[in-house]
């Protein structure tokens, strides 16, 4: 059962152009969260989607930044007219479910690395 | 300001010694993760503790959620040069209608043989 997969793994932009980050979740698991890691900090919560919905979107910039899951492939974050703040490890995490209480956890990818020039 | 704090933010060990790393929350934690990262890669789930005085090990690593549910502290027994990474402690938060992990800034840690 192959894991949280994300592509590209490194990613190098000039600022003003687009990026496009995949997420393909583990197999069975139709939640997907994507976080972003800045140098020196530590992740932080961008947007949760399930299939064809987004479900919270609080921790994503207000402008450029859009996600979505589509009924079929990969979770896409798209980045339109990047900066160079925008340069970070951009994880991706999926679940079965979201209840927490259940004790599902969230697995994690290797992350895209984005560096704007 | 930060709501899960790590300490220490960093450490060096020798190979073999013990160590242990904590995590604080400025509020009531309803379930704490515990991840390693190695640099390059994504996190690695260690354990997951949800009720206070929890307790769970897997192998060298114990972690435990003390009673008041707003600390929680990993412990390396023996710890080897496999054991370096960034550990990061995750908590839940039901936020803007959903759950959602928080973590805190990481704990590096670096084991020289």
């Known amino acids: 059962n192959a894991g949280v997969m994300q592509n590209p793994r490194h990613l190098v932009r000039r600022r003003g152009q687009e990026a496009r980050l995949r997420c393909s979740p583990m197999?069975?698991?139709?939640?997907v969260y994507w976080y972003r890691q800045l140098p020196e900090e530590g992740l932080k919560f961008m947007v949760y989607?399930?299939?064809?919905?987004?479900?919270?979107e609080s921790g994503m910039p207000k402008e450029r930044f859009s996600a979505e899951f589509p009924k079929e492939g990969p979770s896409i974050l798209r980045i339109q007219q990047v900066v160079r703040g925008d340069s970070a490890a951009y994880f991706c995490a999926s679940s079965p479910r979201t209840t927490f209480s259940l004790q599902e956890t969230q697995y994690f990818g290797p992350g895209t690395r984005l560096l704007v020039l | 300001s930060q709501e899960l704090e790590q300490s220490p933010q960093s450490l060096i060990v020798q190979e073999g010694k013990n160590l242990t790393i904590n995590c604080t929350s400025s509020?009531?934690?309803?379930?704490l993760y515990w991840y390693k990262q190695k640099y390059g890669e994504g996190l690695i789930f260690l354990m997951m503790?949800?009720?206070?005085?929890e307790e769970k090990s897997h192998e060298k690593i114990t972690a435990k959620l003390d009673e008041k549910k707003q600390q929680s502290s990993l412990h390396i027994t023996a710890s080897q040069p496999s054991h370096a990474g960034i550990y990061l402690c995750g908590a839940v938060r039901y936020q803007g209608g959903s759950e959602k992990l928080v973590f805190g800034k990481g704990m590096k840690l670096t084991v020289n043989p």
């Open positions: 989607l399930q299939k064809e919905n987004i479900i919270d």
């Open positions: 509020k009531t934690l309803y379930g």
């Open positions: 503790l949800q009720k206070g005085g």
């Open positions: 197999k069975g698991h139709s939640h």
